[in-house]
């Protein structure tokens, strides 16, 4: 692991900073973040992983959906500071190098998105979904799914990209 | 031969948009970048007293606080808040003066070192108004609606007389909701500031050169000094057609502070501009006994704002779609204080199309004809509304197509007559149509020594796939390895291109595409023809084939040279041509358009009342499609939007405040994942070599158009109850 110092992120309203302890993608980080910044804003604003969307703040969308200790939520809804010690897994740490992820091959071969945007929580929602052993039926994983939404409506090819990529998910996350 | 064109291509961007790498207009970043966060009106009419921003200001982190009051200079001039895709009237001035003309406008925005800060700063400030007396019912305005100021096709004959002695007939009223685009991606505008006062901006734009120009007139600042860079858009529909109030914010902050300023709309916020407008259809439709029409008479009353006239292509389809030979047509519009409405997924066409397609099953009904055989009966291939013909119009086997596909022939005609256990069963379809469109556009492709191949022009992707279609053209015109070509897009600097909307970037763009390689390939053919004895001396294009980085004599394969060869002769590592592409004169002499049938199967849970769009097939005519995989993609979405107007869509306002109440994703209901389950599409075959170049029309609409309709006349025939109120919920269906 590389540990990083703890990082004063970017200047506050004067509000007390808590210390953290975040492994993002495998990566040990401390850091001293403010209580009312999200595990979403800390990936976003603070640490420039902008892979993890934001598509409402509240909880509606599912765009921003990560993995903390392999469990997919929304990450607008959970305060950074409640993680501390967590491992999160977003986007950005599913592929190796050019080598992506069964789930990301699958989502790029059956066209299971058009402006991209909602992509990284379908994908991160997808890979915690198997996870959770609910998927059996195209049924399922449409109502499992229907946390994640997709404006552009690809809809089918999503649950195309999930039903092509089960077999390879079974296990969890490759390592 | 084609290696690409027509050819199932995973999307070239897709690699950048599953691993998180593409980057959209909130994203960019710079070291001093500051955080902005805008305050709403909390009335819709009057004007601002005094705002309090004192208790913001003293926040720490706290940059300064922009309103009306302290704003730098920005243009007075009407004309300079025009843009490529304005309305007609007024435009809305972000933060111009004390005056408000709807509800949720910007009246201040605070700009802080962080978003936490900013957001909680926004929170502080007090605002005093003085309200006026406002008006938000569209039923309440009817009276007051005025011509829309848009051409209108010509009425025929005499339609009243023709329908008052017709033998069958309805009449009937429908009613449309606002509706809110949502794109995933909510509207954000990053502006960069360079030490020298140029700007670089990213703004969510379906145009980034209408934003360019946009807030160079607005701001005063010379050509050359604001670049708008937007690779990519997480969605837009129609959006980003006009650019909105963050990019005038965002940069007038900037400008303020001589600092990097981003700012990202909430999705709260995403509800205080353009919307679809909420619409009354009135329809009296007649036929014979035969079944052919004889008139259509199509009244339309649509929202618009109290400063702008707001007009769409609403009432022109049902002039030319089918042969029927006394029409008369009218639209008003009914100014409310909201929002102007702003083009959504093929703008007035769903609506409509709507209209017209639940007309014509209702008399289909009274004529006591199937609906799919009372519509081939007033089939025409010349445009009535033109007396031209139509370049192509495969809509007969559209029809045909879908039919076979989902089985219509198994259907009876009475409603109600179907079911499958407590599920009521209804079989529905209805017609698309949209225009198929070309603008001017330009286009640059550049040859490199090493063979790889750069074409650009100063269009967007949207999720329509536009990297893709464009890369697979230029690779096909040239002969090379789709690897070895890039398309560059999204950049203000790059060769002009018109907006992204309409269907017509395909048409548009890649006629420009093709054309500019084209006059690429020319001139390295010229060069090729001035060595000594070349065996090209007497050839032209059409005499040689490029491949792989060669040029070759088709009659004479072994005669070729390597274009890196010619550069290195001409002691240039690369080489490069610029084209623009305009409609040919020919297309004048024809109507150009897409057509589709949509047919629907829904089931109606004759205990609970739920409905669910249990099968669809959309049968497209939309000439050639160049890019299967993006091109299908399109008209799935279409197809998922379709039953979002139909089902669940409506923008909820509370006429008292003339405000949206549902402004958010949970309570504006678009279809999630549960909610879409057999779709099926069919590209019918269609040659046309009038439309363009390329023979493609374009599918960015299509898709939509019609499917509201047909689900409507499904739910009639599962249920028997005709609802002409969008969208169909369940209590509608059981009232």
């Known amino acids: 692991m590389n540990a990083t110092p703890a990082r004063q992120l970017r200047p506050d309203a004067g509000a007390d900073t808590h210390t953290i302890s975040l492994n993002i993608n495998g990566k040990q980080h401390e850091l001293a973040v403010e209580p009312w910044t999200t595990l979403l804003d800390l990936l976003r604003e603070h640490l420039d992983m902008t892979g993890t969307k934001k598509g409402c703040d509240h909880g509606q969308c599912g765009a921003c959906t990560v993995l903390v200790n392999g469990t997919r939520i929304n990450s607008c809804l959970s305060l950074a500071v409640m993680q501390d010690g967590a491992e999160v897994t977003t986007i950005e740490g599913l592929a190796n190098g050019d080598d992506l992820h069964p789930m990301q091959a699958a989502f790029v071969e059956q066209d299971a998105f058009q402006c991209g945007y909602c992509t990284p929580g379908q994908i991160c929602s997808a890979i915690g979904m198997i996870a959770e052993g609910k998927a059996q039926t195209r049924d399922e994983i449409r109502e499992q799914m229907s946390g994640n939404l997709c404006r552009c409506g690809a809809y089918n090819n999503i649950l195309a990209a999930i039903e092509q990529a089960i077999p390879a998910c079974k296990g969890g996350l490759r390592e | ?735």
Not at chain 2, 5 to 17: E, H, M, N, Q, Y
Not at chain 2, 335 to 360: F, H, I, K, Q
Not at chain 2, 560 to 575: E, H
Not at chain 2, 620 to 629: D, E, H, M, P, Y
């Open chain 2, 1 to 735: 031969m084609t290696a690409y064109l027509g050819k199932a291509v995973s999307r070239v961007d897709g690699p950048l948009k599953v691993t998180g790498k593409a980057l959209y207009a909130g994203e960019f970043g710079t070291a001093d970048l500051c955080t902005g966060y805008v305050v709403n009106s909390s009335i819709a009419k009057g004007r601002i007293l005094s705002i309090d921003t004192q208790a913001a200001l003293s926040v720490p982190g706290v940059l300064d606080v922009i309103t009306h009051e302290n704003r730098p200079e920005i243009a007075s001039y009407n004309e300079n808040y025009t843009d490529m895709d304005a309305a007609d009237g007024k435009h809305f001035r972000p933060l111009y003066n004390d005056r408000i003309l709807f509800n949720m406008q910007p009246v201040a925005l605070v700009v802080a070192e962080s978003f936490e800060v900013a957001r909680y700063a926004a929170s502080l400030i007090r605002v005093d108004y003085e309200a006026e007396p406002h008006q938000a019912d569209l039923y309440a305005q009817r009276s007051n609606a005025h011509k829309a100021p848009t051409p209108m096709p010509p009425d025929r004959g005499d339609a009243d007389s023709a329908w008052a002695n017709a033998p069958v007939k309805i009449e009937a009223e429908y009613h449309s909701p606002a509706e809110f685009h949502n794109p995933m991606e909510m509207h954000a505008s990053t502006v960069i500031y360079s030490t020298d006062g140029k700007l670089t901006v990213h703004d969510k734009t379906q145009g980034v050169q209408n934003s360019a120009q946009f807030i160079s007139n607005i701001f005063g600042l010379p050509d050359g000094d604001v670049r708008v860079v937007t690779p990519f858009v997480g969605g837009a529909f129609g959006s980003g057609l006009r650019p909105q109030y963050q990019l005038v914010l965002a940069t007038m902050a900037a400008l303020k502070l001589k600092r990097s300023v981003r700012l990202v709309l909430s999705r709260e916020q995403m509800f205080s501009f353009g919307h679809r407008p909420e619409t009354i259809q009135h329809f009296r439709l007649a036929c014979d006994r035969e079944g052919r029409l004889v008139s259509t008479i199509h009244e339309v009353i649509g929202e618009t704002s109290s400063f702008e006239d707001f007009t769409e292509m609403v009432v022109v389809w049902s002039a030319s779609l089918y042969q029927c030979p006394n029409l008369r047509l009218d639209y008003k519009l009914a100014p409310l204080d909201l929002y102007t409405p702003l083009d959504m997924r093929a703008p007035g066409a769903v609506l409509g199309m709507y209209a017209l397609e639940s007309a014509m099953d209702e008399l289909a009904y009274a004529a006591n004809i199937d609906p799919l055989e009372f519509r081939i009966r007033n089939f025409t291939d010349i445009d009535p509304a033109s007396n031209k013909p139509y370049s192509s119009k495969e809509l007969l086997e559209c029809y045909r197509q879908g039919a076979e596909r989902f089985g219509w022939s198994k259907r009876s005609q009475e409603p109600r007559s179907m079911r499958d256990g407590k599920q009521l069963v209804g079989w529905g379809m209805a017609t698309g149509v949209w225009e198929a469109m070309q603008n001017p556009a330009s286009a640059k492709a550049v040859i490199n020594i090493d063979g790889s191949l750069v074409v650009s022009s100063a269009t967007a992707d949207i999720g329509t796939g536009t990297y893709t279609v464009m890369t697979q053209i230029a690779a096909e015109v040239f002969g090379l390895p789709l690897e070895q070509v890039t398309f560059k897009l999204g950049d203000s600097i790059l060769p002009k291109a018109p907006l992204e909307g309409g269907s017509f970037t395909v048409s548009s763009v890649g006629s420009a595409v093709k054309q500019a390689c084209e006059t690429l390939q020319q001139q390295l053919l010229d060069q090729a023809k001035e060595e000594d004895q070349s065996p090209f001396s007497n050839l032209e294009l059409d005499g040689v084939v490029f491949e792989d980085g060669e040029i070759y004599i088709k009659a004479a394969p072994s005669e070729r040279v390597k274009i890196a060869d010619l550069l290195k002769k001409g002691g240039t590592p690369s080489m490069e041509a610029s084209a623009t592409a305009s409609p040919k004169k020919e297309r004048d002499d024809y109507t150009t358009a897409t057509h589709s049938a949509v047919f629907v199967e829904v089931k109606v849970d004759e205990d609970f009342g739920t409905i669910q769009v249990s099968r669809m097939v959309s049968a497209i005519a939309a000439g050639r499609v160049l890019s299967l995989k993006p091109g299908r993609n399109q008209i799935l979405g279409g197809m998922v939007w379709g039953i979002g107007m139909a089902m669940q869509e409506e923008g909820m306002l509370d006429k008292d405040l003339a405000r949206w109440m549902n402004h958010n994703i949970a309570e504006y209901h678009f279809p999630v994942n549960a909610d879409v389950h057999d779709l099926d599409v069919i590209f019918v075959e269609e040659h046309d070599e009038v439309v363009n170049p390329l023979g493609a029309k374009g599918i960015g609409e299509i898709g939509i158009v019609g499917v509201a309709a047909a689900i409507a006349n499904a739910v009639y025939h599962a249920t028997g109850k005709r609802v002409r109120d969008l969208p169909i919920t369940l209590d509608k269906v059981f009232e």
